[in-house]
């Protein structure tokens, strides 16, 4: 049997890990696209609450979590680490395998940790109402239910091809109270200058994001609530991390690889950034590798390249230094929605341009593929973005298999697949296709947006 390990409540971690004093070199700062001079944090206040704003920028290596917080995280938190010793046995592999499990959360991924805390701090702030973008619905069905504990309205821009695959991921958002609206819609003008090009756009997350994003700005009540790449999202994601070193060092183990999937890189660095400040910080017990995992649809840190660029489509954002594809990529209708985003997160992309973190991409019929096998192996069916974890995860089981390495692994689990479950039809069909974005619709894309910013007279 697979084995579940457990903290107790109070072990609860009381502080979120902030990478940016750890980072091999400081991070590059948002640009304004205008003036090519860094962005100060009062140009953020009309977007984000001041207290999220100040984690954006914080050099505090620990970030105290509010009680108000922590008070919601007990429904779901600590989540368990389960050795997954089915796999490990189809495979037939030495390596020791453990997952993190942030499907039992109510929404069902690792979203609502900084869902909570997005919403709380602006309930805190007198702000009335929140706009967001999401893709599979995982984000905006985090954010609803964050939302409705403390009180705020929501509207979500839910990606169209995503609105259309995954109808029971808005029904769970409006159960929950928010107004979901297919992007690109006709409420923003952005969304009406793509539906003029194509009435059928399927949309993408950077277009979606330009939505939510306007909505925020027109409205004086309102502020924008993003779901991953910037650092405030990412250090809330943390507490997953911190609690797989308690549950790891309870059973005198430590990991050899961190494994996780990165769309723009929150789940990922939550269950890897702690254990990066630990091996960094010498506390570790031995190196570690740390490998992110991205669809062969949009392989941003493994295709793109590491630029200044607009973390949405219709130019609405600072510019931020990552690896990207392109603010004006739109994506195929792969079913791993939470994974279609142009860019990597800043942090994120520092680590991979140092050479400390790595990244591999798969198409979404091998992922299937292991996806399938993990559920039948430990009986969890996971989301179609996890599946991409998975399966670096068979493959290097496989290969310290090959070598007779007894080598630990571990991934996050970032959420169950229960909703996507028409995904897994088509797959089980023989009807998922094997995508891959070719490399010359990259290179147009940032073809472009090197030219845009030379023409400002901005570095790339």
Known sequence: MSKKYFLDEEELPREWYNILPDLPEPLPPPLNPATGKPVSPEDLEPIFPKELIRQEVSQERFIPIPEEV??????????????????????????????????????????????????????????????????????????????MLFGLKLTVYMVRVSYQQKPYRAI???????????????????????????????????????????????????????????NHVLLHQTIIGLEAIKQMQALDEFPDIVIGCVGGGSNFAGISYPFYYLVRSGKAPKKTRFLAVEPASCPSMTKGEYMYDFGDTARLTPLLKMYTLGHDFVPPPIHAGGLRYHGAAPTLSLLKKAGIFESVAYNQVEVFEAARLFARTEGIVPAPESAHAIKAVI???????RKGEEKVILFNLSGHGLLDLAAYREFLEGRLPAHEYPAEAIQKSIAKIKEYLLARGIQP
């Open 70 to 147: 922590l008070e919601v995280y007990r429904i779901w938190r600590p989540t368990p680490l389960i050795r997954a010793t089915r796999l490990e046995k189809a495979l037939r592999t030495p390596a020791r395998i453990y997952y993190k499990y942030e499907g039992v959360s109510p929404p069902g991924s690792h979203k609502p940790n900084t869902a909570v805390a997005q919403a709380y701090y602006n309930a805190r702030e007198g702000v009335a109402r929140l706009t967001t973008e999401t893709g599979a619905g995982q984000w905006g069905s985090a954010l609803s239910f964050a939302t």
């Open 172 to 230: 769970l958002m409006q159960t929950w109270g928010a107004e979901v609206v297919p992007s690109p819609s006709n409420r923003t003008k952005a969304g009406r200058a793509f539906l003029e090009k194509d009435p059928e756009h399927p949309g993408s997350l950077g277009i979606a994001i330009s939505e939510a994003l306007e909505d925020a700005i027109e409205h004086e009540d309102t502020k924008y609530s993003l779901g991953s790449v910037l």
């Open 395 to 401: 493959d290097e089981a496989l290969e310290a298999k």
